[in-house]
């Protein structure tokens, strides 16, 4: 099976940075595009950045300027680095990826548990 396990979220104050890992494990023949989507509370869960194994990247206009995704392919892992962080950002963070399996001609998609990041002082 495919996991894909977040970490990284935790408690930071408004104007700080924090980082979020995802990597992504299993019977991977090769994960394609990776991306970072948020839910808050009472909120549909929302789009937040998008990178494609080549590395074009996908960005929410409200984290434009101040999120970068990125990816190491040789890890399957990607990462959000996010600053300048506010207050509307407090959410559940999930990570998603399109991959293909070991032994199978098709693609999946999978998501993560997700991983809390409050804004607040």
């Known amino acids: 099976q495919v996991q894909l396990v977040e970490s990284g979220g935790g408690l930071v104050q408004p104007g700080g940075p924090l980082r979020l890992s995802c990597a992504a494990s299993?019977?991977?023949?090769?994960?394609?595009?990776m991306g970072w989507y948020r839910q808050a509370p009472g909120k549909e869960r929302e789009l937040v950045a998008t990178?494609?194994?080549?590395?074009?990247?996908n960005y929410a206009d409200s984290v434009k300027g101040r999120f970068t995704i990125s990816r190491d392919n040789a890890k399957n892992t990607a990462y959000l680095q996010m600053n300048s962080l506010k207050p509307e950002d407090t959410a559940v963070y999930y990570c998603?990826?399109?991959?293909?399996?070991?032994?199978?001609?098709?693609?999946?998609?999978?998501w993560g548990q997700g991983t809390q990041v409050t804004v607040s002082s």
């Open positions: 998603t990826a399109d991959y293909v399996k070991l032994w199978s001609p098709r693609g999946y998609n999978g």
């Open positions: 299993g019977s991977i023949f090769r994960v394609n595009a």
């Open positions: 990178i494609t194994s080549g590395g074009n990247t």
